[in-house]
């Protein structure tokens, strides 16, 4: 069975751009997270998507957003880049929601300069 | 609201065992355990639920003490696969869900 992918794994963009990095689970997982990892703050919930829906959001701003297709694959859209979102952005899918284990996929390294 | 884990850091050599604490302010639903070694992904260890219920490594084994909301990990017998990142995660009956400070783990021949 696939793993989780993401793409891209690495992007590099400037202050004030806006990125959208994408997900696409494991075959029939239905949910899947995003967060964001820094050396600083560590992993951090940025929100669950479960059959089209958000289900539940961390405390991140709103020019952090994203959405889930039919499919279950999912994208995250960050716009006006800040030097503070310099980060490893990771997805993990789950088969659903609640006592779950999550897989996570490689992430995507984002640097804003 | 993150769980806060202890040791921040431990350094083993092959053979010993090691113990690693997650302590939450908040009431838990669940306590998940994963690893991350440097530069990949973290990969799951191991679920407890409330009741008792475990699933998960069967070379490491972790206890969930629902009263105490704590959780803790016993790493036996370690070998040198083991060394990475150990990050508790747990959520409050469905909501957002909050990973641990983390530890680091480090075996040594």
């Known amino acids: 069975k696939a793993g989780v992918t993401q793409t891209p794994r690495y992007l590099i963009k400037t202050r004030g751009q806006q990125v959208t990095l994408s997900c696409s689970p494991i075959?029939?997982?239905?949910?899947v997270s995003w967060y964001q990892q820094t050396p600083g703050q560590g992993l951090q919930f940025l929100f669950e998507y479960f059959s089209e829906t958000q289900r539940n959001k961390g405390n991140f701003p709103g020019r952090f957003s994203g959405r889930q297709f039919s499919n279950s694959r999912s994208e995250m859209n960050v716009s006006t880049l800040e030097l503070g979102d310099s980060a490893l952005y990771l997805c993990a899918s789950s088969l659903s929601q609640g006592e779950y284990e999550q897989y996570f996929g490689p992430g995507t390294r984002l640097t804003v300069t | 609201q993150q769980p806060v884990q202890s040791p921040q850091a431990v350094i083993l050599r092959e053979g010993e065992d090691a113990v690693i604490n997650c302590s939450s302010s908040k009431a838990l639903y669940s306590v998940h355990w994963y690893r991350q070694k440097h530069g990949e992904a973290p990969v799951f260890l191991m679920i407890l639920l409330k009741g008792g219920e475990q699933k998960g490594h069967d070379k490491i084994s972790a206890s969930f003490n629902e009263k105490k909301q704590q959780s803790s990990l016993y790493l036996t017998a370690s070998q040198l696969s083991y060394s990475g990142t150990y990050f508790c995660?747990?959520?409050?009956?469905?909501?957002?869900?909050?990973f641990g400070t983390g530890t680091s783990l480090t075996v040594i021949p």
């Open positions: 075959s029939g997982h239905r949910s």
């Open positions: 995660g747990t959520e409050k009956n469905g909501n957002q869900f909050y």
